[in-house]
């Protein structure tokens, strides 16, 4: 009975003290999204009974859930912080978050050993009407005429998604929210324990946490992801309190990944360290007029049509050959039609979106471990939503390595969508904590 009154106790707080205002922007942007993903389908072939379940009904349940379930008393009831317990488990159990991360491992482990039809794009014969299936890699050299199948791909083809229902989906937008829960419980302990000095529990947290779902996103092998899960365990380290000394390591250890890049940039054409996926494209970043490049020539192309005042809505023509338009090149589709003088603007307010995500977990002044643990996981959502649209249009505007980020609510892809509305749910939630300070 007390988890009953405790639940409906904390939801009557949360649903009159969240910042609902916050899913203003998200709503327009999936607007924009579903524009793009109806313009670039195949005319007189949309499926607007799945395009509605997969665009509205999913990320309205998953939002709800996110919402409904509060993390205020994750710490009671599912989390189980003990003190002077091990990370993983305790007196109690299992944690719910080290449940999460193994969860996530299995996922991965899925993807890489089950259902591979799924990392192959279906291609119909108009001679002889056969379905076949074809590598990212080899599409994109038949588009160039160069397709021969008896060698070996330039680009290893990702194993990286599993199905459900018929419907396949990227483990990796689930593993994202998992690894970050998974830290904001490691983090929260770290802050009651006060540990974040140069010492063991400092350099044992990222090899906790990125270690278990960094080693079978390297078997898949997806680099990029795996940067990107880097990342989201060093911003929200990084932006906890702590002295100068352990702030400097992590500035330097950023470093890291840019002495990477240098390395592969110097790397020869035709070296076996090219023969993994998203390490030739960093190589190609750096050599513009190499093979490699033509779908992010293609979008640069495509916002050059758009010009100041773009061509016009579904008036694009750019997006029906390029591969990814829906997904990693949306930013680039919306340039083309609506033109410098409305991209600004929606620019400006995916900007002020981020800027609210921060604001929410800024304004939180946690004063027990609860809230420790809102404040945490609201800084993981923001980073999440920041790395999604920063990644995406620099690598729309050729300002990074191609990377496959979708963006945030805009491009097109089941798994993307409602995780991030899940996230949103949980961001208007701890919103309400800081009820207080209004």
């Known amino acids: 009975m007390n988890l009953v009154f405790d639940y409906f106790h904390n939801l009557s707080e949360r649903i009159r003290f969240g910042k609902w205002q916050l899913l203003l922007l998200p709503v327009l942007f999936s607007i924009i999204g579903i524009y793009i993903g109806i313009s670039t389908l195949e005319k007189g072939a949309i499926p607007f009974k799945s395009f509605a379940v997969e665009?509205?009904?999913?990320?309205?349940?998953?939002?709800?859930?996110?919402?409904?379930?509060?993390?205020?008393?994750?710490?009671?009831?599912?989390?189980?912080?003990?003190?002077?317990?091990?990370?993983?488990?305790?007196?109690?159990?299992?944690?719910?978050?080290?449940?999460?991360?193994?969860?996530?491992?299995?996922?991965?482990?899925?993807?890489?050993?089950?259902?591979?039809?799924?990392?192959?794009?279906?291609?119909?014969?108009?001679?002889?009407?056969?379905?076949?299936?074809?590598?990212?890699?080899?599409?994109?050299?038949?588009?160039?005429?160069?397709?021969?199948?008896?060698?070996?791909?330039?680009?290893?083809?990702?194993?990286?998604?599993?199905?459900?229902?018929?419907?396949?989906?990227?483990?990796?937008?689930?593993?994202?929210?998992?690894?970050?829960?998974?830290?904001?419980?490691?983090?929260?302990?770290?802050?009651?324990?006060?540990?974040?000095?140069?010492?063991?529990?400092?350099?044992?947290?990222?090899?906790?946490?990125?270690?278990?779902?960094?080693?079978?996103?390297?078997?898949?092998?997806?680099?990029?992801?795996?940067?990107?899960?880097?990342?989201?365990?060093?911003?929200?380290?990084?932006?906890?309190?702590?002295?100068?000394?352990?702030?400097?390591?992590?500035?330097?250890?950023?470093?890291?990944?840019?002495?990477?890049?240098?390395?592969?940039?110097?790397l020869e054409s035709d070296s076996e360290v090219l023969d993994r996926h998203g390490v030739n494209r960093v190589r190609a970043f750096f050599h513009e007029n190499e093979s490699g490049n033509d779908q992010q020539n293609e979008a640069l192309q495509a916002l050059a049509n758009g010009k100041i005042i773009g061509r016009g809505l579904d008036k694009g023509t750019i997006k029906h050959r390029l591969y990814g338009a829906r997904n990693d090149f949306a930013y680039s589709v919306l340039g083309e039609e609506l033109g410098l003088w409305l991209m600004l603007p929606i620019t400006v307010a995916m900007a002020g979106f981020l800027f609210a995500c921060f604001w929410v977990a800024a304004r939180i002044e946690p004063v027990d471990k609860n809230e420790m643990l809102a404040q945490n996981i609201a800084w993981g959502i923001a980073i999440i939503f920041s790395l999604n649209v920063l990644l995406h249009i620099g690598v729309n505007l050729r300002l990074l390595p191609a990377t496959g980020q979708p963006l945030s609510f805009v491009s097109a892809g089941g798994a993307n969508l409602i995780m991030n509305f899940f996230l949103m749910g949980m961001l208007v939630q701890i919103s309400s904590l800081i009820k207080e300070k209004t």
């Open 55 to 266: 665009n509205l009904l999913l990320p309205l349940i998953f939002f709800a859930a996110g919402f409904l379930l509060p993390v205020s008393i994750w710490r009671r009831y599912v989390i189980r912080f003990s003190n002077g317990q091990g990370i993983l488990w305790n007196k109690e159990g299992l944690s719910m978050a080290s449940f999460l991360i193994i969860f996530a491992v299995i996922l991965q482990v899925s993807a890489i050993w089950g259902d591979r039809a799924w990392d192959k794009i279906p291609i119909t014969n108009k001679v002889n009407g056969t379905r076949e299936y074809y590598t990212e890699a080899q599409v994109l050299a038949m588009e160039s005429g160069v397709l021969n199948t008896s060698k070996k791909n330039a680009i290893t083809q990702l194993r990286r998604q599993l199905s459900i229902f018929s419907r396949p989906f990227q483990v990796g937008e689930f593993v994202k929210i998992f690894l970050m829960i998974f830290a904001a419980k490691i983090l929260t302990d770290m802050r009651a324990k006060k540990q974040f000095k140069l010492g063991r529990e400092f350099f044992l947290f990222p090899v906790l946490t990125i270690l278990p779902v960094g080693f079978f996103t390297f078997l898949m092998p997806n680099y990029s992801m795996l940067a990107i899960y880097s990342l989201i365990v060093f911003f929200m380290l990084f932006l906890q309190e702590m002295d100068f000394k352990p702030r400097l390591l992590l500035i330097v250890i950023l470093t890291i990944p840019m002495l990477m890049a240098s390395y592969v940039s110097n």
